[in-house]
């Protein structure tokens, strides 16, 4: 089976703090596809970041960054210099061979950033 | 521009009644999908499709149906065999089907039992 846990319901920082929101993944898949989604008050889930199980890299996007490791089952999503404007829930979700078409999606991590 | 449009923003539904919420792409895109969102859960897949007139259950299937006539468009209705039907409902679309894609949401409706 495969499963999402995102085992921080909610973080709260202070604007400028980096944070770090943990995403641990099961499956026994061999090609599958992790993906980050932002959640802001509005409601509409915002694509962040794909990434496919045979690259490990790192990526930056600007102050968001990702750290995928196979061997903890971890994609794990750093904001640098948190922003009001990050407030927001974000998912984490698994997408996999024996899934087809059906992306699981972990709990969710409420982040509030305050000014 | 292109994107997902739901409609209503909120949904009022009586006791036995049905009701439907609406979901509208122009993204050109074959694969649409019906999530439910409830507080502190992530979401729960209801129904998707992957190309016009083809859709398959997804794991709470029951107590909703969709159709699916044009590649458009994919309304979900919420039928009085739902017995809890209060949560937020999302609708995605991807440009195909399969695991690599990523899905594009729309802003959502929310439903309340009157």
């Known amino acids: 089976a495969q499963k999402v846990t995102q085992a921080q319901t909610e973080i709260s920082v202070v604007e400028k703090e980096d944070v770090t929101l943990d995403c641990v993944y099961e499956?026994?898949?061999?090609?599958?596809?992790l993906f980050w989604y932002k959640q802001p008050p509005s409601g509409e889930l915002v694509f962040l970041i794909r990434?496919?199980?045979?690259?490990?890299q790192n990526e930056i996007s600007g102050r968001y960054s990702w750290n995928f490791q196979k061997s903890t089952s971890s994609f794990n999503f750093t904001i640098t210099a948190s922003q009001v404007v990050d407030s927001a829930v974000y998912f984490c979700a698994l997408s996999g061979d024996t899934g087809g078409f059906k992306t699981i999606f972990g709990a969710g991590t409420r982040l509030f950033v305050k000014a | 521009d292109g994107g997902i449009t739901q409609s209503p923003k909120y949904l009022f539904r009586k006791e036995g009644q049905n009701v439907t919420l609406s979901c509208e792409q122009n993204l050109n895109h074959d694969a649409m999908y019906w999530y439910r969102q409830d507080p502190g859960q992530g979401l729960r897949l209801i129904y998707y499709s992957q190309i016009v007139n083809d859709f398959q259950k997804g794991d709470i299937a029951e107590g909703y149906s969709v159709s699916r006539e044009k590649k458009e468009s994919f309304p979900l209705t919420v039928t009085s065999a739902q017995k809890n039907p209060t949560a937020f409902y999302l609708c995605?679309?991807?440009?195909?089907?399969?695991?690599?894609?990523?899905?594009?949401f729309g802003p959502g409706t929310r439903l309340l039992v009157l």
């Open positions: 990434r496919n199980s045979f690259d490990e």
């Open positions: 995605a679309s991807s440009l195909a089907g399969g695991l690599r894609e990523t899905q594009y």
């Open positions: 499956t026994r898949d061999t090609t599958y596809y």
